[in-house]
């Protein structure tokens, strides 16, 4: 266990603690923001699959947040785009045969 510095008030605390005793400030940047899924690689990986899995395969080793929301994205886009076009050929079928 080593003592590191407050990001807030400076006192000594230890390197585990994930907010100041003395002052209560958050230490732990990390954990506040893996918690929120990244909206906009989700969007851009749901309108463009491709570009989702690409973005996939940039993100996976540096920042897995951004590549979970990328995933979930092009996968939701190939999903709602597959559905999209067995209704679109099902309804032009019935129409011209």
Known sequence: MALIYCKECGKQIS??????????????????SDNNIHIGYLLISFLIPLIGFVLV??????????ANSSLIGAILGLVITAIIYSCTGTMLESIYY
């Open 15 to 32: 390197s585990k603690a994930p907010v100041c005793p003395n002052c209560g400030s958050p230490q732990n940047d990390e954990t506040n």
């Open 57 to 66: 395969f940039v993100f996976w080793t540096s920042n897995r947040k951004k």
